[in-house]
């Protein structure tokens, strides 16, 4: 079967202030459509590099890099992506700034004048999906963390990617915002089923969300273990408590103590 | 009293204490009046000249307001230009600071030289002396946008000229009119310095020639003119400041960041 993303033994250098910095190296990856991929690793490993990479902002050095059977050579134009930080635009009024990337991804920019009611009725069906009903004509200064994080993701999905990039969206937040907003995310996944490449260091939150979890080495990254996570969907928060769950937890931190040490 | 009323009025207060101390101390310190004069003389000459004020405020302003245009145009255009590439950006900075360094009251010279006596050389000077905080502020506001966000749009497939449309120039917007407020106090300078040296009207033109004839009274009336639309203005700008960009008073980001 074809990978819907296939990262073909890539290395990347990056040449720094003080000499080049090897940031992955003979990296192979492969994720399927539709599949709800979690990349951990020890910091500094080049999770954050393996999204640009990904993404087709910045070019390996070696190897390729394809999605759904194109090599990417240059931005993919397409993908949607979240960050840590939800980088709203604050003169934007929160509707607004969902709609964005419909005024620059093909073909609804150009429809976007025209089409402006129904892609608005969209945003607001979507804000409702993550609980944010009400909250589109407000500003984002207005909002707390976590709403403004909701915000972000609406941001990355409104116009139906089939990417998903997602790079420690919720690592700013406190531990009962960011169980709330794993269960958000697995929904809106459950019901649009996009593939997700979700970056992170909070292994339960790869393990509640993912499909499979790629663990990676510290710098030079590298894939060291793909492991499978096969609790049935729909997962409740409550599997995070179960035996198996805790389990594959453990598993995943002794995996990156090792790397960490080697 | 309640501080948010001592806050509306302490601007006031502050200047009317000014002028009450500056009155005061020629009482207290019986000040010979051929070296400084009361305000209370420069009303009373204000009043009594007040058409002939009037007119030469009302060029000065008018002649600042113009080069300020100016400048304000330009230095968006330049700012967005610099702010476009590094390379612009690295190329250009130094010869703008280099100009900047000039005094331009070393340039009027060249100006009345060149264009005559009269307005245009005031237009001028009023423009190149203002010009370059607005260039390096919107310069500044597009080279801040942060590299995450630029990696969403550009992931959604977004040129540089969506990236500046969408939030380069919205993000400049409140270090352009913090700017503003800057360059049109600088442009008031501009005006007057080349007033002083050639010209047939305006305030400058009115401190140079009274102030030969040793008519002290209407030189401090014209300063305090000068001022008074300085602060006037300022206030203009910083109201148009508070309403199109409310946003950057209320969020994180700021112009000041």
Avoid at chain 1, 160 to 176: G, R, S, W
């Amino acid at each position: 079967m074809q990978a819907f993303v296939d990262i073909d033994r890539v290395t990347l250098t990056y040449s720094g202030a003080s000499g080049d910095v090897l940031a992955l190296k003979d990296i192979s990856m492969k994720v399927r459509q539709g599949e709800f991929a979690a990349v951990v690793g020890p910091s500094g490993c080049g999770k954050s590099t393996l999204m640009r990479l990904v993404t087709g902002l910045h070019p390996p050095t070696a190897g390729t890099v394809a999605i759904a059977g194109e090599p990417v050579k240059g931005p993919v134009k397409m993908a949607g992506m979240a960050f840590q930080n939800a980088n709203l635009l604050p003169w934007r009024k929160v509707i607004d700034n969902v709609l964005l990337p419909l005024e620059i991804v093909q073909p609804h920019r150009s429809q976007f004048r025209r089409r402006k009611a129904e892609f608005r009725a969209q945003a607001e069906q979507l804000l409702a999906t993550v609980g944010l009903q009400g909250f589109s004509e407000r500003y984002p200064w207005e909002l707390s963390g976590g709403m403004q994080q909701r915000v972000s993701l609406c941001r990355s999905l409104i116009h139906q990617p089939a990417l998903l990039m997602l790079d420690e969206p919720f690592a700013a937040l406190d531990a009962f915002t960011r169980e709330e907003l794993w269960c958000v995310l697995r929904d809106l996944w459950e019901k649009l089923r996009f593939t997700v490449i979700l970056v992170t260091h909070d292994l339960r939150e790869a393990a509640f969300l993912a499909d499979s979890i790629h663990v990676m080495s510290a710098r030079p990254g590298r894939i060291v273990q793909v492991k499978p996570v096969d609790f049935p969907r729909t997962r409740d928060l409550q599997v995070t408590y179960e035996r198996g769950f805790a389990d594959i937890v453990h598993e995943m931190r002794e995996r990156i103590a090792e790397v960490r040490q080697a | 009293m309640n501080s948010r009323l001592a806050e509306r009025l302490a601007p006031w207060l502050f200047t009317i204490a000014l002028f009450a101390i500056w009155e005061g101390s020629f009482y207290v310190f019986k000040v010979n009046t051929s070296v400084l004069q009361p305000p209370s003389a420069a009303f009373a000459a204000m009043a009594r000249y007040w058409k002939v004020f009037l007119y030469h405020s009302y060029v000065t302003l008018w002649v600042t307001m113009v080069g300020f245009a100016l400048a304000v145009g330009f230095g968006i255009v330049l700012g967005l230009v610099v702010g476009w590439s590094r390379t612009i950006y690295r190329g250009l900075y130094p010869v703008m600071v280099g100009f900047n360094t000039i005094p331009k009251v070393a340039i009027v010279p060249l100006l009345i030289l060149w264009f005559g006596i009269g307005e245009v050389p005031a237009i001028i000077t009023a423009f190149l002396i203002s010009f370059f905080p607005i260039v390096v502020n919107v310069a500044t506001g597009l080279a801040t946008t942060e590299p995450e966000l630029e990696d969403v749009l550009r992931a959604l497939g977004a040129g540089k000229l969506d990236i500046m449309r969408k939030v380069g120039i919205p993000r400049a917007l409140p270090y352009l009119f913090g700017s503003m407020k800057v360059a049109i106090t600088l442009a008031f300078v501009g005006t007057v310095v080349s007033e002083t040296l050639g010209a047939n009207a305006g305030l400058g033109y009115m401190i140079a020639l009274e102030g030969a004839s040793f008519r002290m009274a209407n030189v401090y009336a014209a300063l305090l003119l000068l001022a008074f639309e300085g602060v006037l203005m300022y206030a203009v700008f910083a109201w148009v400041e508070q309403r199109f960009t409310r946003w950057a008073f209320r969020s994180q980001m700021s112009a000041a960041g």
